[in-house]
C-alpha cells in the first residue's frame, strides 16, 4: 500500500466514479421502495420481484462480462478499437442471446414461480398477485441491465470513469421521473415499469456514446441476432405458457408437488422449444452463451 505508486493512485482516483457509476440500479430501487410505502405490502412485494428479475443479470450478465473485460481492458491499453468493436459485439450478443429469453420466460411464468417459491403460510394469493405483476413489469430491464455489465467497463478501460456517472445520474432521474408519472397512471405496477424503462435508457446511452467513441458497435449485426433470439423467445415463451396452463388444468391442487410440476413442465417445454427454434433460425451466439454459463455454473 504505497502512496506513491502511480498505479495504486489510479485506481483510487477510478473507484469513486466507478463506485458511483454501477449505483444507480440501488438507487432507483431505493425511489422505487420510498413510493411504493403508500400500498400496503408494496415495499416487500417490489423487493421480492426485483431479486427475482437480477438473478439472471447476475448468473448470465456477470458470466460473460467477467469474460470479455480483460480482453477490453488489453484492446483499450493497445488503443485497438477494431478489436475492442469486435469484443464488444460478441459479448452483447451472448448477453442478449441468454437475456432476451429470460425476459420472456419470467414474464410468461411470472405468476406460477411466484406461488411455487413463496406461497406457503401467511403468503397468499393476494401477495403472489402483487409480487408477479411487479415481476412481470420488472422483467423487461433483464437486457438493459445485461447490457450495462458489459458496455459500463468499457469505458472504465477507456480511463473514462467521467461519462458512466454523467448516465447514471441521467439514469436515476429519468427513473424518478418515469416512476412517479406511471405510478399515477398505473399504480404499482408503474414502479417496476419505470425501473425496467430506466434500465434501458440506461444501456441505450453507454451504448450510442461508446459507439461515438470508438466508431462504431456492429450495430447491423447486433439487430439481426436480436431480432431472431425476439422469435426464438416468443416460441419458447408459447410453449412454456400452453404447457403450463395445460399442467395448471390437470395439476390444479395448491400443494407443493403439483406446483413443482407446473412450472417444471412450463420451463422445460420452453427450453425445448428455444432449443429448437435456435438450431432451426441458425442462432450460434445461443449456443456460446449456454456453454459459458454451463461452464462457470460448474466452476
Keep these: 500500500l504505497d502512496p506513491k505508486d502511480p498505479g495504486l493512485r489510479e485506481v483510487l482516483l477510478l473507484m469513486g466514479p466507478g463506485s458511483l457509476g454501477v449505483a444507480a440500479a440501488q438507487i432507483n430501487i431505493l425511489v422505487s421502495t420510498i413510493l411504493a410505502t403508500g400500498v400496503e405490502g408494496g415495499p416487500s412485494s417490489l423487493t421480492y420481484a426485483f431479486r427475482f428479475m437480477y438473478m439472471p443479470v447476475g448468473i448470465f450478465g456477470v458470466a460473460i462480462a467477467t469474460a470479455a473485460i480483460p480482453d477490453l481492458a488489453k484492446h483499450a491499453a493497445l488503443d485497438s478499437h477494431d478489436d475492442m468493436r469486435r469484443t464488444l459485439s460478441w459479448g452483447m450478443r451472448l448477453m442478449l442471446a441468454l437475456s432476451v ?25 393476494d401477495s403472489s398477485a402483487m409480487v408477479s405483476q411487479a415481476l412481470f413489469y420488472y422483467a423487461p430491464g433483464i437486457v ?33 421521473l418515469l416512476s412517479v408519472a406511471l405510478y399515477k397512471v398505473m399504480g ?13 435508457i440506461n444501456a441505450g446511452l453507454l451504448f450510442w456514446l461508446l459507439s461515438r467513441r470508438i466508431g462504431g458497435l456492429d450495430t ?66 445461443f449456443r456460446q452463451a449456454t456453454d459459458r454459463v454451463l461452464k462457470k455454473l460448474r466452476g
Excluded at 405496477?189 to 425501473?195: A, D, E, M, Y
Design 144 to 176: 438493459g441491465y445485461s447490457l450495462v455489465k458489459i458496455l459500463s467497463p468499457s469505458f472504465y478501460s477507456l480511463k473514462d470513469a467521467r461519462t458512466p456517472v454523467l448516465v447514471s445520474v441521467a439514469t436515476v432521474l429519468s427513473n424518478a
Design 101 to 125: 429469453p429470460a425476459t420472456v420466460g419470467l414474464m410468461v411464468l411470472a405468476l406460477p414461480i411466484t406461488q411455487l417459491i413463496f406461497e406457503h403460510g401467511n403468503f397468499k394469493a
Design 220 to 285: 447491423a449485426h447486433i439487430v439481426r441476432v436480436s431480432l431472431k433470439l425476439v422469435v426464438a423467445s416468443a416460441a419458447m415463451g408459447a410453449a412454456a405458457y400452453y404447457t403450463e396452463a395445460a399442467l395448471h388444468s390437470a395439476f390444479g391442487a395448491p400443494a407443493l408437488i403439483p406446483k413443482l410440476m407446473r412450472v417444471g413442465g412450463g420451463i422445460g417445454a420452453g427450453l425445448t422449444a428455444l432449443v429448437i427454434a435456435a438450431h432451426v433460425l441458425h442462432i450460434e451466439e
Design 188 to 200: 404499482l405496477r408503474g414502479l417496476p415499469l419505470g425501473t425496467a424503462i430506466a434500465a434501458t
